[in-house]
Nanobody, 113 residues
């Protein structure tokens, strides 16, 4: 059974930084694409970033150059380092394991002065 647990959300001022982490418990983590999504108030869930098992990554244009995804296959973690945060980055951030089609419960990020 796959389990994903996000952490690291909180309240931060515009321009600030946060690091989210997703701890996975699953078979095949090393070969699974891992992704981060977010759901902002009043909007659909949107894809933010993804990383393959060997570390090839891609970002949504809205976060390119500000957010950075990384993974540790030994620890089964996927991090999202968010910098230069904007109010529009506010939302609940979710981790997804593509191989297992599994989601975490989300962690809330609020960017506000």
């Amino acid at each position: 059974q796959t389990q994903l647990l996000e952490s690291g959300g909180g309240v931060v001022e515009p321009g600030g930084s946060l690091r989210l982490s997703c701890l996975a418990s699953m078979e095949g983590f090393n070969i699974s694409i891992m992704e981060w999504y977010r759901q902002s108030p009043g909007k659909h869930r949107e894809w933010v970033a993804g990383i393959t098992g060997i570390g090839i990554y891609k970002y949504s244009p809205s976060v390119e150059g500000r957010f950075f995804i990384s993974r540790n296959n030994f620890k089964q973690t996927v991090d999202l380092h968010m910098t230069k945060l904007r109010p529009e980055d506010t939302g609940v951030y979710y981790c997804k394991a593509v191989l297992a089609n599994a989601w975490g419960q989300g962690t809330r990020v609020t960017v506000s002065s």
